[in-house]
C-alpha cells in the first residue's frame, strides 16, 4: 500500500523506464538474498524439529528398554518400575498439554524430584547374585541417558535469529513497497498482493511454529511415549 501510494505522489520522472530498470535490479537483489535467509531458516527450524522429534523417539526407546531391564530384574522392581510408569504418564500430560502453564511444570523442582526419587530408587536395589548386578548397573546406565534426555529437552531453545527475523520482514516490506510502484493502483492489484504477502507470512509462520517443537499448531507427535507407557508394566 506504500509502494502504491508513492506511485500516486512521485514526479513522473521519477517513474521512467530508466528508474524502474534500477528499481527493478535493486529489488531483484533483495529478493535473492531474500530467498537465501528463507531457505537457512526453514532449513535450520526444520533440523531443530527433526532433532526434537529423533530425541522423542530414541527416549521412548530407552524407556521401554529400561522397563524390560527391570522386569527381568525380578520382583523386586516392581515398584521402580511402577514409579517409572507413574513418571512417563506424567510427562506425556505435562509435555503435550495444550496449556502453556501445565507444560512449564516439566521443568519444576516437584518434577525433578520425582525424577530423582526414581533414581535413587533404582540405586536402592540390593542385588542378589551376578545376574541382578548387571541388570542393575544396565538399568543406571539407561535411566541416566533418559534423564539426559529430559534435561535436552528442556534447554532446548529457539534456533531462529530474532535480528536476522527482523532484517527478513524489513526485506520483504521493501520487496513489496517495489511491487506497489510499478503497478496502478486497483482491487485486482491489491488482492493480489495480499494474497503474496499473505503467503510469504504463512511460510515465516511456519518456520517459527517448526522452531517450537513443542508447542503451538506444528507439534512433535506424543505417539512414541505413549506407545511406551502402553508397553510399561507388561
Not at 526453514?42 to 523417539?57: T, Y
Not at 534456533?159 to 527475523?165: A, C, Q
Request: proline share 3%; charged share 20%.
Amino acid at each position: 500500500m506504500v509502494g502504491l501510494f508513492l506511485r500516486s505522489v512521485l514526479p513522473e520522472h521519477h517513474l521512467s523506464a530508466e528508474s524502474k530498470d534500477v528499481l527493478k535490479l535493486g529489488i531483484g537483489l533483495i529478493a535473492t538474498m531474500c530467498a537465501l535467509v528463507l531457505g537457512l531458516l526453514v532449513s535450520s527450524a526444520k533440523g531443530s524439529f527433526d532433532r526434537v522429534n529423533e530425541e522423542l523417539v530414541q527416549t521412548a526407546a530407552k524407556i521401554i528398554l529400561l522397563d524390560r531391564v527391570l522386569s527381568q530384574y525380578g520382583p523386586e522392581a516392581k515398584e521402580v518400575r511402577g514409579l517409572l510408569r507413574g513418571n512417563v504418564a506424567s510427562a506425556i500430560d505435562v509435555l503435550f498439554s495444550e496449556d502453556a502453564s501445565l507444560r512449564a511444570k516439566f521443568d519444576t523442582p516437584a518434577t525433578v524430584a520425582r525424577g530423582e526419587d526414581f533414581q535413587a530408587k533404582l540405586r536402592a536395589l540390593s542385588p542378589q547374585n551376578d545376574v541382578q548386578r548387571s541388570l542393575k548397573a544396565r538399568a543406571l546406565e539407561i535411566s541416566a541417558e533418559v534423564v539426559l534426555a529430559r534435561w535436552l529437552l528442556i534447554a532446548q531453545g529457539g534456533s531462529i535469529s530474532t535480528p536476522l527475523l527482523v532484517v527478513l520482514v524489513v526485506w520483504l516490506s521493501v520487496i513489496f513497497a517495489g511491487f506497489g510502484l510499478f503497478a496502478n493502483r486497483n482491487a485486482t492489484v491489491i488482492a493480489t498482493l495480499f494474497v503474496c504477502a499473505l503467503s510469504v507470512s504463512a511460510a515465516i509462520f511456519m518456520i517459527l511454529e517448526l522452531d517450537s517443537p513443542l508447542s503451538g499448531l506444528i507439534r512433535v507427535s506424543s505417539a512414541p511415549l505413549r506407545n511406551a507407557l502402553a508397553h510399561l508394566g507388561q
